[in-house]
Nanobody, 121 residues
Framework: VQLQASGGGLAQPGGSLRLSCAAS????????VAWYRQAPGKQRELVARITGGGIANYADSVKGRFTISRDDAKNTVYLQMNSLKPEDTAVYYC????????????????WGQGTQVTVSS
């Protein structure tokens, strides 16, 4: 199983970006998926998380601006980022806590590669 993060880029303050985290492989189900971010010189922090049942929670810093969602038919999780601020600049990573393949074998703590988000005028 691999996770592929995409959708990063350059946005102006107040702008929007949508990140995607697509899982590939022989997948039966994916449990909770989270987006993390890491800015230069800072620790990686949790941005948003969505459970297998679709329950979402967010870091206080992004509440009301970011929305996490999932399309299980596409094995993809999205992070819609609106009203972007310069402090949102970071490398964003997605993580799945547990993935079952079609043989019901579990893989835990699966990370995607990062995608760079830069918010600047």
């Amino acid at each position: 199983v691999q996770l592929q993060a995409s959708g990063g880029g350059l946005a102006q303050p107040g702008g929007s970006l949508r990140l995607s985290c697509a899982a590939s492989g022989s997948i039966f189900s994916i449990n909770a998926v989270a987006w993390y971010r890491q800015a230069p010189g800072k620790q990686r922090e949790l941005v948003a998380r969505i459970t297998g049942g679709g329950i979402a929670n967010y870091a206080d810093s992004v509440k009301g601006r970011f929305t996490i969602s999932r399309d299980d038919a596409k094995n993809t999780v999205y992070l819609q980022m609106n009203s972007l601020k310069p402090e949102d600049t970071a490398v964003y990573y997605c993580n799945a806590d547990k993935v079952l393949n079609n043989y019901y074998e579990a893989e835990y703590d699966v990370w995607g590669q990062g995608t760079q988000v830069t918010v600047s005028s």
